[in-house]
């Protein structure tokens, strides 16, 4: 049986194209691991380059997770986080392989993705994740964060976006 567009109702080809959305994951992860690499090689540990009055590069490290939470943990937090990030990973590429033409949820999840990958690659190989976008206002610095954290959060937005825009298709 086929649906309107011609693909199996059943199946695995709709599956397996889904699949094709981890090229955008690749893009971020590639991105953040070229923008961290940058940083580290340009700027000096905790250095700050004003590039507006509200916005400096500064090279971070960070071993916790958002907001630099369990930073202080005292090493452990390290390869939790790392599972976290493994665990995420795995079921996010099964959400993408089970989604059924649902573009925005696919592109979040491939944003989402990417980031953790890119934070993950830190964690294995340095032991913290490297941050160097610094936004501030009136003396108050934001957390550093970095390409991986911004994609996750981008990810994050056009999920609870297709969760309303979702509840009103259904409702009318």
Do not use: C
Request: aromatic share 14%; no cysteine; glycine share 8%.
């Amino acid at each position: 049986m086929r649906d309107t567009v011609g693909e199996p109702k059943s199946g695995n080809g709709l599956q397996y194209r889904n699949l094709l959305w981890l090229w955008l994951s690749a893009v971020v992860l590639a991105i953040d691991l070229w923008t961290k690499s940058l940083a580290e090689n340009a700027l000096q540990l905790y250095q700050r380059i004003e590039v507006l009055p509200f916005f400096n590069f500064t090279l971070a490290y960070n071993s916790g997770a958002a907001f630099s939470f369990l930073a202080e943990a005292g090493g452990w937090q390290r390869w939790f986080f790392t599972l976290v990030a493994v665990v995420a990973s795995v079921v996010i590429v099964g959400w993408l392989l089970k989604l059924r033409g649902e573009r925005m949820v696919a592109i979040a999840l491939a944003l989402i993705l990417g980031g953790a990958l890119g934070n993950l690659w830190d964690r294995v190989t340095l032991g913290h994740v490297v941050d160097f976008l610094d936004f501030h206002w009136a003396g108050y610095h934001f957390p550093a964060f970095n390409v991986a954290d911004s994609a996750i959060t981008v990810g994050a937005v056009l999920l609870i976006v297709d969760m309303f825009l979702g509840r009103n298709k259904s409702a009318s």
